[in-house]
């Protein structure tokens, strides 16, 4: 039995780790988690993850709950893989950058623009914190056309690296709470280009 197991739940943050064990071809369980009222999960998830939130990941005794940070987990630890960019390619800077971009430079506006535009109750949305949150995801969406694609297929190395699975996570939820209908289309393109995978299919499937 394998020692890999991803707590999971639908459209969360666990299908960048469940898109990468599938690109891997890794063997892995999934403990589904509830995610439909919050804190997610129950006591015993609480023990595996204390902020009761997702992804959690477990191998043998070890846990972790980052996504992009188990995605570099499993690279460093059951690599080699394409998805990694290595220091000796000439993008690994540039592969590190959009990794980490896709977490720490989109969570904020786009986190806002979720709380703000579905996730709170219409009553407690701030319709100023919406619409700025909206021009700032709207810069970040630019960037990424302007500096991450401009006229490659993918963020980095020429080849679909987890910098792509980190990003394009984010896009999906942006589309989930229709907010990517105005994104330049070069990432339009992008995006259709990733979620054709098959991984990814089997990653965002329910
Ligand atoms: N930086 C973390 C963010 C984790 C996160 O916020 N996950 C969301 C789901 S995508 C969650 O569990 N939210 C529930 C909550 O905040 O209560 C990561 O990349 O894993």
Redesign the pocket.
């Known amino acids: 039995m394998t020692d890999l197991v991803l707590y999971h739940a639908p459209q969360?943050?666990s299908i960048r780790v469940r898109w990468a064990l599938e690109e891997m071809g890794l063997d892995y369980r999934i403990e589904p988690v509830q995610f439909k009222s919050?804190?997610?999960g129950d006591e015993a998830f609480a023990k595996i993850s204390p902020l009761?939130?997702?992804?959690a990941f477990r191998d043998g005794a070890m846990t972790m709950?980052?996504?992009?940070a188990i995605l570099q987990y499993l690279l460093g630890k059951y690599g080699p893989s394409d998805l990694e960019v290595k220091p000796d390619e000439a993008d690994y800077g540039r592969y590190l950058q959009f990794l980490h971009f896709g977490?720490g430079g989109m969570?904020m506006p786009v986190s806002l623009l979720l709380a703000h535009t579905a996730l709170l109750p219409e009553d407690q949305r701030n319709p100023a914190l919406a619409k700025w949150a909206k021009i700032e995801t709207g810069k970040l969406l630019d960037y990424l056309a302007d500096h991450g694609l401009d006229g490659r297929d993918w963020l980095a190395a020429g080849r679909f690296t987890a910098a792509d699975i980190s990003v394009v996570y984010m896009l999906y939820l942006l589309k989930i709470i229709r907010q990517f209908d105005a994104a330049p289309e070069i990432l339009k393109v992008y995006f259709a280009r990733a979620t054709g995978r098959d991984a990814w299919k089997k990653a965002s499937a329910d």
């Open positions: 969360t943050r919050r804190p997610a009761r939130k997702l992804p709950t980052e996504s992009n977490e969570t």
